[in-house]
């Protein structure tokens, strides 16, 4: 199953969207950070709902190509991230097979949605 991801920063603080099976969640006011760290709690959240679905197949799809690179150990990740990764690392997966990829911003159906939502 393909679950996109996203991550932003507003004035008002972190906010991620995830977007599986053509259901998305949108998580809002998640205090202060940086966009990075807004692109992690997304990728987090994409593998809390990967695992709470039973997905055995997952693939999460995002364009934060820094974030994914770390998530996937083959970029340094810069210290004021680490406890993403470590979070990452120590949380319960999806069953089986579990890939994290690119794709560009205009692929990427979580930041539509966020996007979209903001236009309400």
Known sequence: MKLFFDGGLRPGGMELAVVAGGH??????LGPGTSMDAEWLA???????AHARGVTDAVLLGDAAAVIAQANGVQRIPASC?????????????AGRLRIRYIKRTQNL??????RSHQR
Not at 24 to 29: C, F, Q, V
Not at 86 to 91: D, E, I, W, Y
């Open 24 to 29: 998305a969640t949108i998580l809002r006011d």
């Open 43 to 49: 990728l987090i959240q994409a593998v809390r709902i």
């Open 110 to 115: 979580a930041g539509i949605a966020l996007s």
């Open 82 to 94: 680490t406890h993403h990764r470590q979070a990452f690392l120590a949380m319960d997966k999806p």
